[in-house]
């Protein structure tokens, strides 16, 4: 059981440039999230998905894109990075968006735009 | 809206020690909170979380916490530390919907023998 998969787990970008963090799950979870980690400021929320088909902004959403392509997988992409988007991503998913079950993290991703 | 403060960046501890690592809350609605561990290049894993009942909440590797509804508080706390313990601490705050996870900037342990 894998739970939640982060690709890939470096990348370096250079400005201007365009990726996609790619995200599944294997627990079957209805709700998937996106969330960015920096030095001093913990995990601020990018996106997040209730379920297969809706998708919401989060606490940081400018220069992100996200798609839940299907109930296990969740992607974000960066269109034209940034140096301020130098960052280390971390996808979680919950079994259902209203419900106090716990939440299952990525490894992460560690994105550096030069 | 619902936020959190960790007022310790870096908590410096000898082993076998108990440590303290402090988390308060600001919210006009009721809340569930939570602390989270991540150990060095790992992401986050649940150590216990307060829903109701009991202030006193009991996680996994001996770690437990109290909730202080007066104080605004949610401290972590471990009666003797281990070496394995070192790693980063969030604290977290959900609202009653559970829609969102509001975390703290977090507090790192370093547990040195």
């Known amino acids: 059981n894998a739970g939640v998969t982060q690709t890939p787990k470096f990348q370096v970008l250079k400005t201007g440039q365009s990726m996609t963090l790619q995200c599944a799950q294997d627990?079957?979870?209805?709700?998937m999230y996106w969330y960015r980690q920096d030095p001093g400021m913990g995990l601020r929320l990018i996106y997040y998905?209730?379920?297969?088909?809706?998708?919401d902004k989060g606490e940081v959403p400018n220069g992100y894109n996200v798609s839940r392509l299907n109930k296990r997988e969740f992607s974000l992409r960066l269109e034209s990075a940034a140096p301020s988007q130098t960052s280390v991503y971390f996808c979680?998913?919950?079994?259902?968006?209203?419900?106090?079950?716990?939440?299952?993290f990525g490894q992460g991703t560690r994105l550096t735009v030069v | 809206a619902q936020s959190v403060t960790q007022l310790d960046s870096q908590v410096p501890v000898f082993e076998e020690a108990p440590v303290e690592l402090r988390c308060n809350y600001s919210?006009?609605?009721?809340?569930?909170l939570f602390w989270y561990v991540q150990y060095p290049n790992q992401g986050l894993q649940l150590l216990l979380k307060?829903?109701?009942?009991?202030?006193l909440v009991k996680g996994i590797n001996g770690f437990e916490a109290e909730f202080n509804k007066s104080q605004t508080s949610f401290h972590l706390r471990k009666p003797s530390v281990h070496i394995s313990d070192t790693a980063e601490y969030f604290c977290?705050?959900?609202?009653?919907?559970?829609?969102?996870?509001?975390f703290g900037t977090g507090t790192r342990l370093l547990v040195s023998p």
């Open positions: 977290a705050v959900s609202d009653q919907g559970f829609q969102k996870l509001v």
């Open positions: 627990m079957n979870h209805n709700s």
């Open positions: 307060y829903l109701s009942g009991s202030t």
């Open positions: 979680a998913s919950k079994r259902e968006l209203s419900m106090n079950t716990e939440a299952f």
């Open positions: 919210s006009s609605v009721s809340v569930y």
């Open positions: 998905s209730a379920s297969e088909g809706t998708t």
